[in-house]
């Protein structure tokens, strides 16, 4: 990922993007539900696959996903149905059949995650832009554990509105959003996890600042690849002017089963790991990949090991 415009030094100071279709847009965008013309946001996403894997927090989805519509139907029965999902696809390209910037809410077609970890994975439609297949630029990761001092930049969104205006039979998206690059040193690592309770899993501290909004965004090493995904903030505390941040590591979610059609292997659907995409380089990581090591425990079931973790 090219930063290439300056992000301060202050944890505490955010940079906006100034251009609407930023490329960083189609990699990274917002996650929201639907209901009635009303979006309401959840947090960030941002892409793996250039198909359209997309990785986020799994408490980004979780809650969504647990608060069912109420409906009636003709008959005047209430009958309940799952939140739609979407990611704002935001992007400079003209459509050429209407004139229009192409973009908008992209359904979720699928989601996937563990109770293990605070990591989920996303599968957005499939679309065609001018009769051609979408792909979307996928962001490199970074599973290995990340050290003690290390420079991270974040980005993530926030303060986000969007609602459905109809006029004449055409429908348009009132959106607003801010965006947000923010920089940070890694205070603490958590190698297994920070408690029991509430950030049960490998994680890390930092002084950056996360908003609300931002959970589910990319956390990136000073060589731009992904070590960790937002997960957790709060203000600073008293005699201290930084803000108490958590990053969830990568690798423990690379363990998480998708069922998916992949490419150059036939028509139908395979049960596959992250991990098992990374092997078939469908999904792109550094160097620190090779710490990482996945096989079956006797009940056939997947288990991944860091080297540096007895």
Avoid at 181 to 201: E, N, W
């Amino acid at each position: 990922m090219d930063f290439s415009f300056d992000i301060p030094d202050d944890p505490n100071g955010f940079v906006q993007l100034t251009e609407f279709g930023h490329p960083i847009q189609q990699s990274i965008m917002t996650i929201v539900s639907s209901e009635n013309g009303q979006y309401t946001p959840w947090g960030t996403g941002f892409i793996i696959g250039s198909g359209g894997l997309m990785m986020t927090a799994k408490h980004v989805v979780e809650a969504p996903m647990k608060n069912k519509l109420r409906r009636i139907n003709d008959e005047g029965e209430i009958y309940f149905e799952h939140v739609q999902l979407y990611a704002l696809y935001v992007t400079k390209k003209i459509n050429e059949e209407d004139g229009n910037h192409f973009g908008g809410f992209w359904p979720i077609q699928k989601v996937w995650f563990a109770n293990e970890t605070d990591i989920a994975y996303c599968w957005l439609n499939e679309g065609l832009v001018n009769g051609e297949r979408l792909t979307f630029p996928a962001l490199k990761l970074s599973p290995g554990f990340p050290n003690l001092g290390d420079t991270i930049i974040a980005f993530g969104y926030h303060k986000m509105y969007a609602t459905t205006i109809s006029s004449e039979g055409v429908s348009h998206i009132d959106y607003s959003s801010d965006t947000a690059f923010v920089r940070g040193q890694i205070l603490d690592i958590h190698h297994k996890q920070r408690d029991s309770y509430m950030l049960s899993f490998p994680c890390f501290q930092t002084n950056a600042r996360f908003d609300p909004g931002m959970s589910g965004g990319p956390i990136f090493n000073i060589d731009g690849a992904v070590c960790g995904v937002i997960c957790s903030s709060m203000p600073p505390i008293v005699d201290s002017p930084y803000y108490i941040s958590y990053g969830s590591v990568i690798w423990p979610g690379l363990g998480i089963k998708i069922q998916t059609i992949l490419p150059n292997e036939g028509p139908q659907i395979q049960e596959v790991t992250i991990f098992d995409l990374i092997t078939k380089g469908l999904v792109h990581c550094d160097k620190s990949i090779s710490k990482i090591v996945q096989f079956y425990n006797s009940n056939n079931e997947v288990v991944l090991a860091h080297s540096n973790i007895q």
